[in-house]
């Protein structure tokens, strides 16, 4: 069965340095997004991204943040300038379409550590 | 008000029994409505989703929707000690929005 993966499983980062987290999104979907969930709390849309562009994103998603398709199957995260509060599971997650009865399928996570 | 509200728990059940996890969501233009389960330390996995007012089953799980009342329920029926996770409730705007607006997930415990 298809599946998002997501690489590191987890990433630990100075406070101030810049982090990638990669997502390959199951092969024929079109849309992807970012959420993340830091720790005892609910999860959170960050992104949502289509045909190369951004098509929603989140008031968490600030300036710091960049989304990006590099070729044609990793969906990546850059985090610049990297701050405690960034500590959190991020989950890639992808969908075939963006009808409202479309499912997202999330990747495993990748836990950011900043210390 | 929350966007999508869920009792914390846990909600402890006998192994065997019927559990229901209950959520409210605010935005009366919402469409459509999921319940990912979510075990300690991984990522969401779907189990169903339902965008009509009714019931809609799957197996073990039955999905109830109440669109006027702004209410959206999960039974698990013959309860096992592996469904014991936090239970997600997410709802999707539709119309070109598609972020999933999650509440803050339901603990259940079954125990033998």
């Known amino acids: 069965e298809p599946e998002v993966t997501q690489t590191p499983s987890h990433q630990v980062t100075q406070m101030g340095q810049e982090v990638i987290l990669r997502c390959v999104p199951i092969s024929n979907h079109l849309y992807f997004y970012w959420y993340r969930q830091i720790l005892g709390q609910k999860v959170e849309f960050l992104v949502s991204f289509y045909n190369n562009e951004i098509s929603e994103k989140s008031e968490i998603f600030d300036d710091r943040f960049s989304v990006e398709r590099p070729d044609g199957s990793n969906f990546t995260l850059k985090i610049r300038s990297t701050k405690l509060e960034d500590s959190a599971m991020y989950f890639c997650a992808s969908s075939v379409d963006d009808r409202y009865t479309d499912t997202q399928y999330f990747g495993p996570g990748t836990r950011l550590t900043v210390l | 008000q929350k966007e999508v509200e869920q009792n914390s728990g846990p909600l402890s059940v006998p192994e065997g029994a019927i559990a229901s996890l209950n959520c409210t969501y605010s935005d009366r233009g919402s469409q459509s409505f999921f319940w990912y389960r979510q075990?300690?330390?991984?990522?969401?996995?779907?189990?169903?989703?339902?965008?009509?007012?009714?019931?809609?089953?799957?197996?073990?799980?039955?999905?109830q929707l109440n669109k006027a009342s702004q209410y959206v329920s999960l039974l698990i029926r013959d309860s096992q000690p592996s469904d014991s996770a936090t239970y997600l409730c997410a709802v999707k705007k539709g119309g070109g929005y598609n972020k999933l607006i999650f509440g803050a997930g339901t603990r259940l415990a079954v125990h033998p």
């Open chain 2, 39 to 63: 075990y300690s330390g991984k990522s969401p996995e779907l189990i169903m989703f339902i965008y009509s007012n009714g019931d809609k089953e799957d197996g073990r799980f039955t999905a």
